[in-house]
């Protein structure tokens, strides 16, 4: 049994023009520590998002990664410092899906293209019989991982501004029209 650690982060800048907030560039990455030891990271970029997705596209890809990697019986564990996209998977998401992906108020829910996407890896996860755990990091703080993949996202983001190009993202297309590449 391997216990997969990854810290997870996104970084996203929004520019207000006219009372408005507009998309500008933004970047994710994440950390795998195995068995608390630093394995890899991957990273990417997008012109035009927020930072919401941004985090969510971190847990996606971790996820991703983990199946790749893991075997029956591994420990996965996602350590976020983003609340609201650990409790996307905790606590709302469940009751989403019985409602045909509303919120409890009826109302459509925002990203829900890549949160069924982190839904469906978490079910592979559950049928490989590995654990799956979410932790919350403080952000900004002495946590020296959630410090170094918050370096990667906003770098991650930087170059896809000045490129304004969409980086580094699943091997296959996915949603957000990318491919991947492990940095060295």
Same mark, same amino acid.
């Given at each position: +049994?391997v216990? *997969?650690? *990854?810290?997870?982060d &996104?970084?996203a800048?929004?520019?207000?023009k006219?009372?408005?907030y !507009?998309?500008?560039?933004?970047?994710?990455?994440?950390?795998? !520590?195995?068995?608390?030891?630093?394995?890899? *990271?991957?990273?990417?970029? =997008?012109?035009?998002?927020?930072?919401n997705?941004?985090?969510?596209?971190? @847990?996606?890809?971790? +996820?991703?990664?983990?199946?790749l990697?893991?075997?029956?019986g591994?420990?996965?564990?996602? =350590?976020?410092d983003?609340?609201?996209c650990?409790?996307?998977?905790?606590?709302?998401?469940?009751?989403?899906?019985?409602?045909g992906?509303?919120?409890?108020? &009826?109302?459509?829910i925002?990203?829900?293209? @890549? @949160?069924?996407?982190?839904?469906?890896?978490?079910?592979?996860?559950?049928?490989k019989? =590995?654990?799956?755990?979410?932790?919350?990091v403080?952000g900004?703080?002495?946590?020296?991982?959630?410090?170094?993949?918050?370096?990667?996202?906003v770098?991650a983001?930087?170059?896809?501004?000045?490129?304004?190009?969409t980086?580094?993202?699943?091997?296959?297309?996915?949603? !957000? &029209?990318?491919?991947?590449? *492990?940095?060295?």
């Open positions: +049994m216990k *997969y650690t *990854y810290f997870t &996104g970084a800048t929004m520019k207000r006219n009372g408005k !507009l998309r500008e560039a933004g970047g994710w990455a994440f950390i795998l !520590l195995k068995d608390g030891v630093e394995d890899s *990271y991957l990273c990417g970029g =997008c012109p035009l998002t927020t930072n997705e941004m985090e969510l596209y971190a @847990i996606y890809a971790s +996820m991703n990664d983990f199946i990697k893991s075997e029956s591994d420990i996965i564990e996602i =350590c976020s983003s609340l609201y650990i409790d996307i998977f905790t606590k709302w998401a469940k009751g989403w899906q019985k409602r992906w509303r919120k409890s108020d &009826g109302k459509s925002k990203n829900l293209d @890549i @949160i069924k996407a982190v839904w469906r890896l978490m079910a592979e996860i559950n049928k019989s =590995c654990i799956l755990k979410f932790v919350k403080k900004h703080s002495s946590n020296i991982w959630n410090n170094k993949v918050d370096k990667l996202a770098d983001k930087n170059d896809a501004f000045k490129s304004g190009k980086t580094y993202y699943a091997e296959n297309d996915d949603f !957000l &029209g990318g491919k991947s590449k *492990y940095m060295d």
